[in-house]
């Protein structure tokens, strides 16, 4: 069992800047991958970004390449998307979920991920 809790969303003018993080316990943090889902109302839950066990690895959806940043801290079984130039269409509930059959691949799909957290909500006004 693996339990997620996200935290940092709010509102944000576009342009701006958020940090949300995503606090992992139960199993060993380090022997999976970890990633970013998010949904927006009326739309499907869709892939963001997701990290490898060791931070080598990295995927992002082509929308968010380049303004987001997702990083891990093992030590302290974290996982952290840092996001940047944020639009309105950015606006969506935000999941960090984990991938506990993989360690080194990610996969940017999400029936991958086995364990989600509750979300957390960004909003970013035009």
């Known amino acids: 069992q693996v339990q997620l809790v996200e935290s940092g969303g709010g509102l944000v003018q576009a342009g701006g800047s958020l940090r949300l993080s995503c606090a992992a316990s139960g199993r060993t943090f380090s022997n999976y991958v970890m990633g970013w889902f998010r949904q927006a109302p009326g739309k499907e839950r869709e892939f963001v970004g997701a990290?490898?066990?060791?931070?080598?690895?990295?995927s992002y959806a082509d929308s968010v390449k380049g303004r987001f940043t997702i990083s891990r801290d093992n030590a302290e079984n974290t996982v952290s998307l840092q996001m940047n130039s944020l639009k309105p269409e950015d606006t969506a509930v935000y999941y960090c979920?984990?991938?506990?059959?993989?360690?080194?691949?990610?996969?940017?799909?999400?029936?991958?991920?086995?364990?989600w957290g509750q979300g957390t909500q960004v909003t970013v006004s035009s």
């Open positions: 979920a984990a991938d506990i059959s993989r360690r080194w691949v990610v996969v940017p799909t999400r029936s991958a991920y086995e364990y």
């Open positions: 990290i490898s066990w060791n931070g080598e690895d990295t």
